[in-house]
T-cell receptor, first 114, second 110 residues
Framework: DVKVTQSSRYLVKRTGEKVFLECVQD?????MFWYRQDPGLGLRLIYF???????EKGDIPEGYSVSREKKERFSLILESASTNQTSMYLC?????????????FGSGTRLTVV | KNEVEQSPQNLTAQEGEFITINCSYS?????LHWLQQHPGGGIVSLFM???GKKKHGRLIATINIQEKHSSLHITASHPRDSAVYIC????????????FGAGTQVVVTP
């Protein structure tokens, strides 16, 4: 089974801190995504990557950056955390040439910024 | 306006009942996904559809490309089916990006 592992289930950070959310997949997938999920707003795409060192902005990239130095790891960075970034963050991966299995999501990181 | 509309928003059923969740979309897609999210946050991909119908256990998903509509059916529902079900469409020429519906909260009572 494909696994997508997010480094933390719960995080509490202070306003202004630099925050790193890590996501690792073990199936050599090309495409990886970071979403955030908020009540009433659903899931929204922050950034995605279709190859090592390649990244594209999603719908809500402001206040975030990403890093993909290795194929298996896609990191989301909050440059200076703010309270409006309190949310559930979900990472997902997708093999570029395979529709068979669809997406695989990580179990999510619930981030609270105080 | 959301390009992916789900209905109903909430649904309560008694154990054993047949459940249907609907999804309509207004954009060109290469595939439609049905996802399940249990309390605690983890999302599981149930189906990926580009045409026709798929079945897995008690779950059935159908899609009508011409009408831009999909349904997820749960037969003989069980309390463990209680979850949020999310419809998501993969836009054409989009590197696999998904656009999500708002989700349907399903509660199945014993």
């Amino acid at each position: 089974d494909v696994k997508v592992t997010q480094s933390s289930r719960y995080l509490v950070k202070r306003t202004g801190e630099k925050v790193f959310l890590e996501c690792v997949q073990d199936m050599d997938h090309e495409n990886m995504f970071w979403y955030r999920q908020d009540p009433g707003l659903g899931l929204r795409l922050i950034y995605f990557s279709y190859d090592v060192k390649m990244k594209e902005k999603g719908d809500i990239p402001e206040g975030y950056s990403v890093s993909r130095e290795k194929k298996e790891r896609f990191s989301l960075i909050l440059e200076s955390a703010s309270t409006n970034q309190t949310s559930m963050y979900l990472c997902a991966s997708l093999a570029y040439d395979s529709d068979l299995y669809g997406y695989t999501f990580g179990s999510g990181t619930r981030l609270t910024v105080v | 306006k959301n390009e992916v509309e789900q209905s109903p928003q909430n649904l309560t059923a008694q154990e054993g009942e047949f459940i249907t969740i609907n999804c309509s979309y207004s954009v060109g897609i290469s595939a439609l996904h049905w996802l399940q999210q249990h309390p605690g946050g983890g999302i599981v991909s149930l189906f990926m559809l580009s045409s026709g119908k798929k079945k897995h256990g008690r779950l059935i998903a159908t899609i009508n490309i011409q009408e831009k509509h999909s349904s997820l059916h749960i037969t003989a529902s069980h309390p463990r089916d209680s979850a949020v079900y999310i419809c998501a469409v993969r836009l054409t020429h989009s590197w696999g990006k998904l656009q999500f519906g708002a989700g349907t909260q399903v509660v199945v009572t014993p």
